[in-house]
């Protein structure tokens, strides 16, 4: 089955469109939406809540470069604050980490302990150039390999 992977920075426009659309994206089967959350703010909690009514399968980018989680430090926050406190009982969502050039082994590895029970997505906005960075995504639990743009040789 083919399915179409939209990549969406969770602004207020585009959240707004993906709650409009929720429920045919859950009825579809074929659209999983790729969400890089820029805000912690309200429309991000509200949107997460009605995804998750909607059953709406979407991949959520856990490491985003972006807005208010674009640090290492902030993606614990966006844990907490998003993941644990929303998701945590839900089960249509998949964890998705970006992965770049430089992306250390150590990353992915820490990325896949935190979700250790869940199945994951890797989102690649370049190949790592490292082979022990290679080998930890090999991983049988990444269930998505999303290759964005021309971002990958």
Known sequence: MRRY???L???LNEL???RHLAEEIAESGQIIPIIEP???NPSTRISIDQFTQATMPFLLICNPRYGDFKTAASHR???DEVINAQLSEYDNWVPALQLFSGTTSAAVEQFLERYDEREVAVIY???PTSHRTVKAIADQRIVHHVFIGNGVP
Do not use: E, I, S, T
């Open 125 to 127: 906005q370049g190949f």
């Open 9 to 11: 920075r969770g602004k």
């Open 5 to 7: 992977f939209p990549f």
């Open 38 to 40: 820029v805000r912690n």
């Open 16 to 18: 707004m469109a993906l």
């Open 77 to 79: 926050r966006l844990y």
